[in-house]
């Protein structure tokens, strides 16, 4: 299985400030994903971190908010841009193999409190 | 679309008793998988168990195993044993194998564990 580290666990936020959270992977991945959890949620899909190419945002997110890098296969950030405390969340890390592959991992996560 | 539904938010057991989670899915990708997640109160996401849509046996991962009825579209986890370190919240989710690998979560099931 991948082991993927985050940065930083946490963090406590000022509104209107901009956090960037990195993902190590120690292997190379095709797929890499970037969740949120809002307190008492579930958890919901940001984008999915192409390498070489922008990422892909799901409905409701926008690359001005969370820009998203991903310069090589076991690396990628995600910024949460100009901080309001409705961003306070568990941001998630995710690596996924190819088509039929069963691993799909989540690195430790950052808790992101935004006052 | 996919979609995940766990009706349980809440779930109470004995320890060393059994107990399983209820999960219903929805999907008219032929071919996908579906996981377990179990998330402790510090946020990690802990990979459980897989079953993918054309396994013919249930899966099972030490004290945990996937009751998969497929006609049904449930794939209710069982937790043997229960140990107070289970206590935590359950996530089930599912990824079509074809095209976007994104997991689709359920809202989650809180399992707590009384001595």
């Known amino acids: 299985s991948a082991v993927i580290s985050q940065k930083p666990s946490r963090d406590i936020c000022q509104r209107g400030t901009s956090l960037t959270i990195q993902c190590q992977v120690d292997?190379?991945?095709?797929?890499m994903f970037w969740y949120r959890q809002q307190p008492g949620q579930s958890l919901t899909l940001i984008a999915t971190a192409n390498q070489g190419s922008e990422a892909t945002y799901e409905s409701g997110f926008v690359i001005d908010k969370f820009p998203i890098s991903r310069p090589n296969l076991t690396f990628s950030t995600l910024t949460v841009s100009n901080m309001s405390p409705e961003d306070s969340s568990i941001y998630l890390c995710?690596?996924?193999?190819?088509?039929?592959?069963?691993?799909?991992?989540f690195g430790p996560g950052t808790r992101l409190t935004v006052l | 679309a996919q979609k995940i539904t766990q009706t349980q938010p809440g779930m109470f057991v004995q320890e060393k008793e059994a107990v399983t989670l209820d999960c219903t899915y929805d999907t008219s990708d032929p071919s996908y998988g579906l996981f377990w997640y179990k998330q402790p109160s510090s946020g990690e996401m802990i990979f459980l168990i897989y079953q993918g849509s054309y396994d013919q046996q249930n899966a099972t991962e030490g004290r945990y195993s996937l009751n998969f009825q497929k006609a049904r579209k449930s794939a209710n986890l069982v937790i043997s044993a229960s140990q107070l370190g289970d206590s935590a919240m359950y996530f089930c989710a599912m990824r079509e194998l074809t095209g976007s690998y994104q997991l689709t979560f359920g809202k989650g099931t809180k399992l707590s564990v009384i001595p």
């Open positions: 995710s690596v996924g193999g190819t088509s039929g592959t069963k691993e799909q991992f």
């Open positions: 292997s190379q991945v095709t797929m």
